[in-house]
């Protein structure tokens, strides 16, 4: 059971108020991956840093204060995906942090186009659309940070019988 991993996945503000959360959730379906955890939120400015605790430190302040911004005009939809190797998985899914580099068939690449220069240009956030965890450890620590014990399920779904 070792390959089975759960992973954290936000579908950030600008995907919910574009009225893609069905479709984006449904791509995360159709894999086979499972819904364990789900629920809608709007992030402060504890939860942000919580989220993002490394981000200012890779990229500096004006970069963090612009995804700060970003990532709290609106509320966001997270989900906990449980999967084969879900954390590589879901971030082979979403493609690349900057739409402009992502390929077609990536939620980032099929539904954004946003480029790193431009960003650079006007200071704003990649608006990106998801978040997915990076890594296991990032994924353990996110799936904490998002979801409380009674807020994780385990049920027995199809996907453990065909895709798993
Ligand atoms: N971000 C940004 N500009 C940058 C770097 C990051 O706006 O130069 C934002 C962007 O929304 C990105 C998030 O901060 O998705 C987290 O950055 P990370 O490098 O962790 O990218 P991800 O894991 O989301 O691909």
Do not use: C
């Amino acid at each position: 059971m070792a390959a089975i991993e759960r992973t954290l996945v936000l579908l950030k503000p600008d995907a919910v108020a574009r009225g893609l959360t069905g479709r984006l959730v449904q791509r995360f379906e159709d894999v086979g991956l499972k819904i364990v955890g789900i629920k809608m939120k709007q992030m402060d400015a504890d939860l942000t840093r919580r989220h993002y605790f490394d981000l200012e430190e890779r990229f500096g302040k004006g970069v963090y204060d612009a995804t700060a911004t970003y990532m709290q005009q609106g509320p966001v939809v997270a989900l906990l995906l449980e999967g084969v190797e879900a954390v590589a998985n879901v971030r082979r899914m979403i493609g690349p942090t900057f739409p402009g580099q992502a390929a077609p068939g990536t939620i980032r690449g099929d539904f954004a186009h946003m480029s790193k220069a431009y960003a650079e240009a006007t200071g704003k956030a990649i608006a990106n659309l998801v978040h997915a965890s990076g890594s296991v450890d990032e994924a353990k620590y996110e799936s904490e940070l998002w979801f409380g014990a009674d807020e994780q399920f385990d049920y027995p779904g199809l996907a453990e019988r065909y895709v798993f």
